[in-house]
């Protein structure tokens, strides 16, 4: 069983950045794909980015390329999501999350983080 606990978020101005962090444990986290979801109050969750292993390409939904950039550290089991121009659309809950693969921007998701908020404001 794996957990997953996220941190790294909080209130940034327009144009600010952010890295949220993604610890791992219960197993290795070499196999697994992992990603980050986000949702804003009254909306779908939207699948943000997924890696399906730490040689594999990057996807990132069409919103967030050029600004995100999602990374894995297998030997300390943890995901990365660094976030740059944050524009006020970007806000919401951030959850990562583990399961056997990517459809485009979206792991297919076995394990859940609890999330982190993440408001961009001015």
């Known amino acids: 069983q794996l957990q997953l606990v996220e941190s790294g978020g909080g209130l940034v101005q327009p144009g600010g950045s952010l890295r949220l962090s993604c610890a791992v444990s219960?197993?290795?986290?070499?196999?697994?794909?992992v990603g980050w979801f986000r949702q804003a109050p009254g909306k779908e969750r939207e699948g943000v980015s997924c890696l399906v292993s730490s040689r594999g390409r990057p996807n990132y939904r069409d919103s967030v390329k050029g600004r995100f950039t999602i990374s894995r550290d297998d030997a300390n089991n943890v995901v990365y999501l660094e976030m740059i121009l944050l524009e006020p659309e970007d806000t919401g809950v951030y959850s990562c999350?583990?399961?056997?693969?990517?459809?485009?921007?979206?792991?297919?998701?076995?394990?859940w983080g609890q999330g982190t908020q993440v408001t961009v404001s001015s």
């Open positions: 999350a583990a399961g056997p693969g990517c459809i485009t921007s979206r792991v297919v998701s076995h394990y």
């Open positions: 219960g197993d290795t986290l070499d196999k697994y794909a």
